[in-house]
């Protein structure tokens, strides 16, 4: 079997266990896979239209049918590509005794493979989410890299559903209760929408301040029992469930990622933030163009291959992706600072 065949891979990136995408996999959970190398997605424009009254004795009104908006978009690539050098597989890998000798080169090689693709599809998720928290949080998404020019994706999010609450009314101030926000602003997405917000995700800060008000207390004392109201969930990173709050999904979400062009590792959300869904109804959509290469013979969110070249002797192993999260509800999402 040749270790690096294009089925291999595929197989072998099939088989790796994916980490939890969190904010895009809870609210981008479709998955559709475009056979050209732009991504198409279509808004319904749909008014609150109602029936218009005429005389029973007159002619029918011709009522317009509802219109919609096609956008197209030609996605960034994400091109990771690796070195395997012969000497990589001489080497002791991670876990093996000092000294080696618990594996022959072909099994380092086999070990080397596996570590190589699951760091890959980690970053590739990674980067899924990242987009996932900028969408949710701004409405748009702003995509730029090496010979990329800088282009931001603008779902056209209503302004009124981003808040930034006065320092008189924090959250953190004794005598708010957030309950009354959350009621406001799940109103707010519905007027604009057709849907109410039924999950709100708190960075860690703010949950803290959150679980603490006597409000909050009551209600997830009477429907999920103190079991909620433990802190060590704000410890794990990712998508945290925290329980049932007056009919809304409370949720901790602590997640970072490093930039790619300075190094630096940042936060996905910046603290101080509440982030408001329409759970399903938001209706998100993970995208994948096409992957323009010639030994990919069929529509994929991801593509890896590997060559070799014999002087000097290097094989490379690269991962293609072309993606894209598309909330086609876009205004049943909402973002809110409510504390500095």
């Keep these: 079997m040749d270790l690096f065949s294009t089925d291999t891979l595929l ?6 266990r994916t980490p939890a995408l969190g904010l895009a996999a809870r609210f981008f959970s479709s998955i559709v896979v475009d056979e050209s190398e732009e991504i198409h997605f279509d808004v319904e424009n749909k008014p609150r239209r109602i029936s218009p009254f005429v005389s029973p004795l007159v002619a029918g009104k011709v009522v317009k049918g509802r219109g919609f908006a096609t956008t197209t978009f030609k996605p960034a690539y994400i091109k990771d590509k690796r070195i395997f050098t012969p000497n990589r597989a001489l080497k002791r890998v991670m876990g093996e005794t000092i000294g080696g000798g618990d594996y022959t080169p072909q099994q380092r090689m086999e070990i080397l493979l596996a570590q190589d693709l699951q760091d890959q599809l980690e970053m590739l998720e990674r980067r899924l989410e990242w987009m996932a928290a900028k969408v ?11 010979d ?3 282009v931001v994706v603008d779902f056209g999010r209503d302004s009124s559903l981003t808040k930034a609450l006065a320092s008189g009314v924090y959250w953190s101030v004794e005598t ?10 799940s109103n707010a997405s519905l007027l604009r929408s057709g849907v109410a917000l039924t999950d709100f995700i708190m ?4 949950w803290k301040v959150f679980r603490k008000k006597p409000s909050v207390k009551e209600y997830l004392d ?5 079991s909620t109201l433990r802190p060590d969930a704000i410890q794990r990173e990712g998508l945290v469930f925290m329980g049932n709050v007056a009919g809304f999904n409370i949720w901790v979400y602590s997640g970072w990622s490093v930039d790619p062009k300075t190094g630096n590792e940042a936060a996905n959300l910046p603290a101080g933030t509440v982030l408001g869904v329409a759970g399903d109804n938001v209706e ?3 995208h994948f163009g096409a992957i323009l290469d010639h030994d990919s013979l069929q529509a994929e ?3 890896p291959k590997s060559w070799l070249e014999q002087d000097p002797s290097i094989r490379y192993l690269l991962l293609q992706s072309a993606p894209l999260l598309v909330p086609y509800r876009v205004n049943a999402t909402f973002r809110a600072k409510v504390m500095a």
């Design 11 to 16: 197989a072998i990136v099939r088989d790796l």
């Design 136 to 146: 949710l949080y701004d409405g748009k998404v702003t995509i730029s890299g090496d």
């Design 148 to 150: 990329y020019p800088e």
């Design 176 to 185: 708010v209760d957030p309950l009354d926000d959350l009621d406001d602003w």
């Design 203 to 206: 960075t860690a800060d703010v």
């Design 222 to 226: 009477r429907t999920r029992g103190d």
């Design 284 to 286: 998100g959509v993970r």
């Design 301 to 303: 969110p991801y593509f």
